[in-house]
Every structure is written in structure tokens, then in C-alpha cells.
């Protein structure tokens, strides 16, 4: 089976982008964003990975297109997160391509069949009168998806939440699945599974008239790996 290199993967996958945005009506402008999440606990689709982590992010988007750089660091440990995302977007929909890198301080960034696991992901947001929104994940290419005969798993992930208020709090409730076995089962069980349920309260804190602190806390249960989160974060 023939492999792509992630930069021949991602050049591929921003020329059928620039094609589709040559037919988006609305004037569009360059932005860069900053942004970071403190967290009490890094959880990810289910999954524990580190204890109390900051999480920078930049994201360059221009014409629905999106560039996004995603780290993860925590507290006391090497563990290391850096992430990479291709995106499109037009009207709800998202078109995406990830590569993920989490092998930690000390180890080789460079080394992307054993050290890196890409993922395409297809999504759609009904907007604001209809709050939901439904993500397919799945991992494809690379050593770290595979099975112990040496297999592609192509890894799914499916999410689906719904947003709504109560009062000035920002409220999201969401399912996460698991449709055929992959890196996200516990050992020792396979076919489908019910990964996470999950419920974030969000809400922005008042200091001043002139400054505001965005906090969220996250209930999370993660049903296929008999665990359980409670979760609290911080947006800069």
C-alpha cells in the first residue's frame, strides 16, 4: 500500500481546499488567533493522558481555510503534546486533517511512522437554531494504529452534543462512540463501545467592567474504560 509523506497528504488536501473556496461568496480576510486552556487534567476522548497541563494554541485561517497548532504540557513530567490541523470550513460543514505527535520531551519529532498518527476528520455544526453538532474521527496511515498482527485499525471516534443556556452559563452535553475496535478500547474489549458522556458548564467571570475570566468545568464518564473525570479549566 502506498504511504504519503504528511507534507505530499497535507499540499493535496489544501488544493482541493483552495478550490472549493473559490466558490465562497462572502469577502474573507486573513487572522491569526492566540489562545490557551489551563486544565486540572488533560482528557482526551475518554482517555486520561497527564494530570494538570497548559494547552497553547494558534490558529491562521483565511477563506474557511484554518491552520491550526495545538501543545499540550503538563506540570511534572516529559509528556509533550504537539498537534497540527488542516482545516476547511464552509457553512457547518468542516473538512479536516490532524497530525497528532505525543510521543513526549526527548523523543523524535521527525519520525512519523512511529512517532505521529494522522487523522481525518468530517463535521457538521446545524448552527443556532439548531444546537448540535456531529464529528467523525478516524486515524489512518502511521505504526500507532496498528494492531498487534500488524493491521491498520483505522481508530473512529464519533462525537455528537447538543449546546444550550441556563441562565449566563454556556451548557454542552455530548456522546462519544467507538463503532469498531481501535486504540480507544480498554484492553481486552473490542466491537463497538460507548466512550464518553459528558457534560461542560462554561461561563465567563466578571472582574471588572474591562476584564472577564472565561472558566469551564467538565463531567466526564468514560463508560468502555471503567473510569470517571471531573475536569476544571481555565481560557486565556
Known amino acids: 500500500m502506498k504511504t504519503f509523506t504528511l507534507n505530499q497528504f497535507l499540499t493535496m488536501f489544501a488544493a482541493t481546499c483552495v478550490t472549493c473556496s473559490c466558490f465562497a461568496q462572502e469577502k474573507s480576510k486573513f487572522e491569526i488567533t492566540p489562545a490557551a486552556d489551563i486544565v486540572s487534567s488533560y482528557v482526551w476522548r475518554g482517555v486520561y493522558q497527564t494530570s494538570a497541563s497548559?494547552?497553547?494554541?494558534?490558529?491562521?485561517?483565511?477563506?474557511?481555510?484554518?491552520?491550526?497548532?495545538?501543545?499540550?504540557t503538563d506540570f511534572n513530567t516529559?509528556?509533550?503534546e504537539f498537534d497540527l490541523t488542516l482545516g476547511y470550513t464552509t457553512g457547518g460543514l468542516t473538512l479536516a486533517v490532524t497530525d497528532y505527535w505525543w510521543a513526549g520531551e526527548g523523543n523524535q519529532y521527525g519520525n512519523y511512522s512511529a512517532n505521529h498518527f494522522f487523522e481525518g476528520t468530517v463535521g457538521y455544526n446545524f448552527g443556532e437554531s439548531l444546537p448540535l453538532y456531529i464529528n467523525w474521527n478516524t486515524m489512518f496511515g502511521m505504526?500507532?494504529?496498528?494492531n498487534a498482527e500488524g493491521d491498520q485499525q483505522y481508530s473512529t471516534y464519533i462525537e455528537a452534543g447538543y449546546g444550550f443556556k441556563v441562565s449566563?452559563?454556556?451548557?454542552?452535553?455530548?456522546?462519544?462512540?467507538?463503532?469498531w475496535t481501535g486504540m480507544y478500547h480498554k484492553e481486552g474489549k473490542d466491537g463497538?463501545?460507548?466512550?464518553?458522556?459528558?457534560?461542560?458548564a462554561s461561563k465567563s467571570i466578571r472582574f471588572s467592567d474591562s476584564f472577564s475570566l472565561p472558566v469551564f468545568a467538565q463531567a466526564i464518564v468514560a463508560p468502555n474504560r471503567d473510569n470517571v473525570f471531573l475536569v476544571f479549566g481555565v481560557s486565556l
Open 192 to 200: 463497538f463501545a460507548l466512550s464518553t458522556l459528558s457534560v461542560k
Open 78 to 80: 516529559t509528556a509533550k
Open 168 to 179: 449566563d452559563v454556556d451548557v454542552t452535553t455530548s456522546i462519544g462512540v467507538s463503532p
Open 143 to 146: 505504526d500507532g494504529d496498528k
Open 54 to 72: 497548559v494547552q497553547p494554541c494558534v490558529k491562521a485561517s483565511y477563506a474557511g481555510l484554518s491552520l491550526t497548532a495545538w501543545g499540550s
